[in-house]
């Protein structure tokens, strides 16, 4: 699956509708400081699922919604990912061409995760990218310091992310969620 364009709406520092293409190939955002950069990146890992405020150097979840100065603009928080399918996704999905991903959050705290425009679960993203390389567990993304610690994980740890990109983790999981049954 590959990164095809990211929509924002009311994301962190994002109060109108922002489209962020990525055409194929190496992409770079450049721009002066503060100018929004990591907060594109933070609206991946957001829209991934990500459940930690820190990992979105946030304080709480509600602060990725924007704010603005005189307290006005929108009430939620979208990001959209659209993916180019290649047959990877699962299921019923795998023949569409294209994957869209959306989360949001509303200042009253309710949130919501669609799949191709149907609401789901967050395990149903989760499960979407299993074993794909991407998703909130793998090393899609890699921070400022992160090449260190790949290189100081422990035994069991490694193997869980040549697990992933070996792609049984969907197995195993699914494994699992039968003996659990
Ligand atoms: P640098 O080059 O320094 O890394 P950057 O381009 O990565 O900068 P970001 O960290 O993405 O910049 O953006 C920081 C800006 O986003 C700050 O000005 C911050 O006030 C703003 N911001 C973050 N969250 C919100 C929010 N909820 N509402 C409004 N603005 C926000
Ligand atoms: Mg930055």
Not at 57 to 86: K, T
Not at 97 to 126: A, F, M, Q, W
Not at 132 to 147: F, L, M, P, W
Not at 153 to 161: A, K, Q
Request: hydrophobic letters at 35%; glycine letters at 10%.
């Amino acid at each position: 699956m590959r990164l095809k364009r990211l929509e924002l709406y009311g994301f962190k520092s994002f109060p109108h509708r922002v489209e962020v293409a990525f055409p194929s190939g190496i992409c770079a955002i450049v721009g002066p400081n503060g100018s929004g950069k990591s907060n594109i990146v933070d609206a991946v890992r957001w829209v991934l699922g990500e459940q930690s405020p820190r990992r979105l150097r946030a304080r709480a979840m509600e602060d990725v919604i924007f704010s603005g100065s005189n307290g006005r603009g929108p009430n939620f928080a979208e990001v959209r990912l659209v993916l180019e399918n290649n047959g990877q996704a699962p299921g019923e999905l795998a023949d569409l061409p294209e994957i869209v991903i959306t989360r949001r959050l509303y200042r009253s705290g309710e949130s919501e995760y669609l799949l191709n425009g149907r609401p789901c679960r967050l395990k149903d993203i989760h499960y979407l990218f299993m074993d794909t390389g991407a998703g909130h567990r793998a090393y899609a993304i890699i921070d400022q310091g992160e090449v260190g610690s790949f290189v100081e994980l422990r035994p069991e740890e490694r193997r869980l992310l040549i697990e992933e990109v070996a792609g049984v983790s969907r197995y195993k999981t699914r494994r699992e969620e039968a003996q659990r049954r």
